[in-house]
């Protein structure tokens, strides 16, 4: 058997989870670098208290779930319904389904192939890392023996920028914009400094479909979303952006796969009372045909 398992952070699919995501993403020391455990436990229960209800009164505005297990259970059911070679299946970090409970299902031997496929376009220690970490710990404390085979981030991957592409300009014929923002997930500057590759991808990433999208749109803005706390973090920031929009704009929310309460919550819903003019927000390539047709090449090349 080769079985694929997709990794991402998760989502709550409940309010009651909301407390579980932050609990555990905060005592992530990939996420909060503090080096002391008791300390970083103490800070991240300290956050988790603080930003618990908070977070439930923005997932009840999305009906009470984040949309993302969902989503990614059908584009695990499509894969598996669509061939034989790869078994399909998923794991979040900080939600149920845990790696532990995933592995537990599969009765996998020495012949087999595990996959290790990040939902994640631009490597950060704090998504790719973290995430790799994690499976590996479970895989060696479960004795598991069958081969392991880790996936590459994708951003320069020809076929997935051809999906993205398609997709704004898709979006464009129904809603048309002369703008076009790229709205990338925040990291705090100091990760940057101690040599985080991601800002540099998601830079890279964006030249690579300025050079194909130019023609389309008479400004292309890159931005930075969901910033948490006082320190310095990416910019500039996505709210900024939207409110001093000249133009009608569409948001293509660049480091995300699959839809999330980043995208459905902040982008389509939160920052709607900021902008200045109106936007329309594309969704992550999520189950989508040409997603599916990515992933069978990627796992094939």
Known sequence: MKLVLF?????????????????????DPYILGIKNRFLRQFV?????????KAMQQNYIKMGGKSPLNEIT???????NSLQKEFKFDFINLYVPPYANEVLKKYSLNSKDEIILYPLYPHHSCTTVTSSLDVLQREIEKLNITSKIKIMDIFYKNTIYNQMIISHILDKKNHFNAKTLIFSAHSLPVSLIKKGDLYEKHINEHVQILKEKLKNHFEEIILSYQSKLGPIKWLEPSTSDILSKLKNKALIYPIS??????????????EYRDLASQDYALISCPNHSDE???????????
């Open 7 to 27: 990794l991402n952070m998760g989502g709550a699919t409940n309010l009651k989870d909301c407390k579980t995501f932050l609990k555990n993403m905060f005592n």
């Open 73 to 79: 259970y059908k584009l695990c059911h499509q894969l």
């Open 44 to 52: 991240a229960w300290m956050i988790t208290l603080s930003r618990t």
């Open 291 to 301: 997603f599916i047709d990515f992933i069978l090449k990627s796992l094939k090349n």
């Open 256 to 269: 995300f796969c699959i839809d999330c309460s980043e995208t459905i919550f902040e982008l389509g819903i």
